[in-house]
């Protein structure tokens, strides 16, 4: 396969993958809700962002999760797409994706399959926004939601782009690593064709500048810096870093906890409404005496401990 060029999955293979799945015997009302039903059964969380390798491994990043999400719904005919996150709904700089599905009513669904989210809110939002007739790539705060004219995913050659930068990152960690310089030509040709399919991208642009500084070409390192740091915006992506408690959600799964358990953990931890919730209130919520839920809560820590244990 040449460098730059990605593998496409075919509609076949999602069919042959949906053949062995678990499938939820009855679909919602909402058929972007037992899409996500579907995933959650059959996905794990994981480290895999290539969607044959999710539909392999039967694991995924957000990343990853957001291409498989995306890709059901347009094989069952929904409106979706794939948005970046700024600021997820607790304050955090990371780097996360996750999916828009839009209906014809004019609701918005934003599905947060790594957060254990149905219709999550995070704070803030890299989406294309209409303006008149154009589209256009930009960053916009939860409130300002309700006064834009019309909101869709990012382009596809975006997502593209961001799977590149995914992949220069691992020729970066080598080249860092082993002192490569082999490996610092790989990296910088993955973000370049980064760039070029999301402009202006601005993690891209930083890690090529580590990538320049490194092999002594402090001019094209210099651009890069001024590029990636040039506004707001462009500088929490650089600061954005994997959360340890974000990273932590793949325990969930490895202590095979089931998404119901899962979801009131969630729900708990404030993953899911970005502030931590009291027993009472989340009791109240699921309509369950506050007993029975500090059980289901401590079940759920108990199996998070013995996991800690193995390691």
Same mark, same amino acid.
């Not at 797409?81 to 600021?87: A, C, L, P, R, S």
């Not at 809110?121 to 834009?148: N, P, T, Y």
């Not at 891209?204 to 490194?214: C, Q, V």
């Given at each position: ?7 496409q ?7 042959e ?10 679909? $919602? ?55 970046? +996150? ?8 990371v780097?996360?994706?996750?999916n ?32 008149g ?26 997502i /593209? ?9 691992r ?32 993690r ?12 002594? $070409? ?13 506004? /707001? ?5 650089v ?52 007993s029975?839920?500090?059980?289901? +809560?401590?079940?759920? /820590? ?10």
């Amino acid at each position: 396969m040449k460098r730059g060029k990605l593998p496409q999955v075919t509609r076949q293979e999602i069919d042959e993958a949906l053949s062995y799945w678990d499938i939820p015997e009855m679909p $919602e009302p909402v058929m972007s809700n037992w899409l996500y039903e579907l995933v959650k059964r059959n996905v794990k969380r994981g480290r895999f962002f290539h969607l044959r390798d999710v539909l392999l491994h039967r694991q995924a990043d957000c990343l990853g999760y957001a291409q498989l999400m995306n890709c059901l719904g347009q094989r069952f005919g929904l409106d979706s797409g794939i948005v970046e +996150i700024v600021i997820d709904n607790g304050g955090r700089y990371v780097p996360h994706y996750i999916n828009l599905i839009k209906f014809s009513s004019g609701k918005r669904q934003f599905m947060d399959l790594w957060y254990g989210g149905k219709d999550i809110k995070h704070r803030r939002i890299g989406a294309q926004i209409k303006e008149g007739r154009k589209w256009r790539v930009r960053d916009l705060d939860w409130d300002e939601l309700e006064d834009v004219e019309d909101i869709k995913g990012l382009p596809p050659k975006a997502i /593209e782009g961001i799977i590149h930068y995914v992949l220069g990152n691992r020729h970066l960690r080598l080249a860092l690593r082993d002192k490569n310089g082999a490996e610092f030509d790989c990296a910088i040709q993955y973000y370049t064709r980064a760039i070029s399919l999301y402009p202006g991208y601005a993690r891209a642009h930083f890690n090529r500048a580590i990538a320049y500084e490194n092999k002594g $070409e402090h001019g094209k390192a210099t651009l890069d810096y001024a590029q990636s740091l040039r506004d /707001e915006s462009s500088q929490i992506r650089v600061l954005a870093r994997e959360h340890e408690d974000v990273i932590g959600l793949m325990e969930l799964d490895r202590a095979n906890i089931g998404i119901r358990e899962q979801e009131i953990y969630l729900f708990w931890k404030g993953f899911i409404t970005g502030k931590q919730m009291t027993l009472p209130d989340i009791a109240k919520h699921y309509g369950v005496p506050e007993s029975k839920m500090g059980k289901i +809560i401590s079940a759920v /820590e108990a199996k998070l401990d013995s996991i800690l244990i193995e390691k």
